[in-house]
Nanobody, 126 residues
Framework: QVQLVESGGGLVQPGGSLRLSCAASRRTLDYYAIGWFRQAPGKEREGIACVSSNNERTVYVDSVKGRFTISRDNAKNTVYLQMNSLKPEDTAVYYC???????????????????WGQGTRVTVSS
């Protein structure tokens, strides 16, 4: 089974940027759709972006659309989440998740994903 490790979180001021990485090991990500999720204190985990295994379909939730970009580099077995124009409400633990899926499948529903990383914390504060 693929293993996922997130990195790149940290403290950033409002309006700043961060790039999160989701590095996979044990198996290639070529056949996996990847989702990024976040969970703020006291809130449920929410899906924010996903990319299909063939890299032809991406989905974003409205709250991050236009600010966040998901991308994948299969040669590096890594998926990224570029986060720009960060807001305090983006503060959360961010997780990536993987699911073996058809080439164009892409969902932002947590229950659709079986394999999860351990998370990386993002804090947006002045």
């Amino acid at each position: 089974q693929v293993q996922l490790v997130e990195s790149g979180g940290g403290l950033v001021q409002p309006g700043g940027s961060l790039r999160l990485s989701c590095a996979a090991s044990r198996r290639t990500l070529d056949y996996y759709a990847i989702g990024w999720f976040r969970q703020a204190p006291g809130k449920e985990r929410e899906g924010i972006a996903c990319v299909s295994s063939n890299n032809e379909r991406t989905v974003y939730v409205d709250s991050v659309k236009g600010r966040f970009t998901i991308s994948r580099d299969n040669a590096k077995n890594t998926v990224y989440l570029q986060m720009n124009s960060l807001k305090p409400e983006d503060t959360a633990v961010y997780y990536c998740a993987a699911e073996v899926a058809g080439t164009n499948w892409c969902m932002t529903l947590p229950h659709e994903f079986d394999t999860w990383g351990q998370g990386t914390r993002v804090t947006v504060s002045s």
